[in-house]
C-alpha cells in the first residue's frame, strides 16, 4: 500500500462532465504535485504545489484546476477535457526541506485512470 | 536538452539472473540526487533507491544497488536474483538541488522470463 491516496482509481468522463480528482498524504510533506501519464510515457509533470502555495504550473489547459485545501489533501477539477486528456494521472508528494531538496524522493501514489469519452 | 538519458526501451532477463538498467544524466549543478523507480502495469509509481551525488558509496536497497560513475554521468540500476514480480516499467529520474522538479528518463521495459 502506498503511502499516498488517490480517489478514484478509475474515471470515465463525457466531455461536458465536471469532476474532481483527490488525493490526500499524511506524511507531513509539504510539497505535492499532479502529474499526466500516457502509456508507455514518462509522467509528465502538471502542477507543484509548496506550503499549499501554487509554485509550478507547466502550461496546463485551464480545464484543469488544482486546488490545495491543506498540507495533506490535493484535488484536481476537471471541467469540459477533451478525449486527449485520457491518462493516468499521478499524484505525489515529498518533504521539501531546505534550500537542497536533491535528496528528497517524491512518494507517489497509485494513480487514477481517466478516459474521457 | 534531455536530462536523463535510458538508451534501452526494453530489456529481457532469465529469473534468478541478475541485470543491468542503464541511466546517463546531464546536469552542471553539483548537488543533485538520482532515484529509480518501478511502475508495474498496475500504474503505481514505486520509489526504489536513491543516490545522491556526494555520496561516496553506491547505493544499496536490498536486491537493488546503483552503480554510480560520477565521471561518466551514468546512474546505472542492478538488480540481482531477478523475480517474475520485476516485470515492470523502470524510470531513472534526477532532481537538482533547491528544484521542485524531478525530471525523468524515457525509461526501460524489463521482462524476467521463468
Known amino acids: 500500500d502506498t503511502e499516498v491516496t488517490q480517489t478514484p482509481k478509475h474515471l470515465v468522463m463525457g466531455m461536458t462532465n465536471k469532476k474532481s480528482l483527490k488525493c490526500e498524504q499524511h506524511m507531513g510533506h509539504r510539497a505535492m504535485y499532479w502529474y499526466k501519464q500516457k502509456a508507455k510515457k514518462p509522467p509528465e509533470l502538471m502542477f507543484v504545489y509548496s506550503y499549499e502555495k501554487l509554485s509550478i504550473n507547466e502550461s496546463v489547459p485551464s480545464r484543469f484546476s488544482p486546488e490545495c485545501p491543506n498540507s495533506s489533501l490535493l484535488n484536481l477539477h476537471l471541467h469540459a477535457l477533451q478525449p486527449e486528456d485520457s491518462a493516468l494521472y499521478l499524484c505525489?508528494?515529498?518533504?521539501?526541506?531546505?534550500?537542497?531538496?536533491?535528496?528528497?524522493?517524491?512518494?507517489f501514489g497509485d494513480g487514477t485512470r481517466l478516459s474521457i469519452l | 536538452a534531455q536530462k536523463i538519458t535510458q538508451t534501452q526501451p526494453g530489456m529481457f532477463v532469465q529469473e534468478k539472473e541478475a541485470v543491468t538498467l542503464d541511466c546517463t544524466y546531464d546536469t552542471s549543478d553539483p548537488s543533485y540526487g538520482l532515484f529509480w523507480y518501478k511502475q508495474p502495469s498496475s500504474g503505481e509509481m514505486i520509489f526504489l533507491i536513491y543516490?545522491?551525488?556526494?555520496?561516496?558509496q553506491n547505493a544499496t536497497e536490498g536486491r537493488y544497488s546503483l552503480n554510480f560513475q560520477k565521471a561518466r554521468k551514468s546512474a546505472n540500476l542492478v538488480i540481482s536474483a531477478s523475480q517474475l514480480g520485476d516485470s515492470a516499467m523502470y524510470f531513472c529520474?534526477?532532481?537538482?538541488?533547491?528544484?521542485?522538479?524531478?525530471?525523468f528518463g524515457k525509461g526501460t521495459k524489463l521482462t524476467v522470463n521463468p
Open positions: 505525489a508528494s515529498s518533504l521539501y526541506q531546505g534550500l537542497d531538496t536533491s535528496n528528497q524522493p517524491q512518494h
Open positions: 543516490q545522491g551525488s556526494y555520496d561516496q
Open positions: 529520474a534526477m532532481r537538482e538541488g533547491g528544484s521542485e522538479k524531478l525530471v
